[in-house]
């Protein structure tokens, strides 16, 4: 790794961890709730093809430990999403 890669690595992960604080402070706000979904998939995807598309990464905790955060995000964002979707039908239905 060179210095450019660690330091745009460094630069995504302050990212990811922005939108997702900003998702937790309003976590009502379906279009940041989404963005913060796919930083989830996004997050999976590259590890996941690090360790099996370009076998740069092996299965050691170090990469597990992504692997899970990303995969248990993704389970309980997807769960979160159904009454998120609940609450604008209601929303919606008292508005009219």
Sequence with gaps: VNGL???TFGVWTLLSSVIRCLCAIDIRNRTLYHLTLFTFFLA???FLAEVF???TAALTIGIMAPLMVASFSIMGMLIGLQYLEVEALSQN???N
């Design 44 to 46: 999976l995807a590259h």
């Design 93 to 95: 239905k008292k508005k």
């Design 5 to 7: 890669q660690a330091r």
């Design 53 to 55: 598309i370009y076998h």
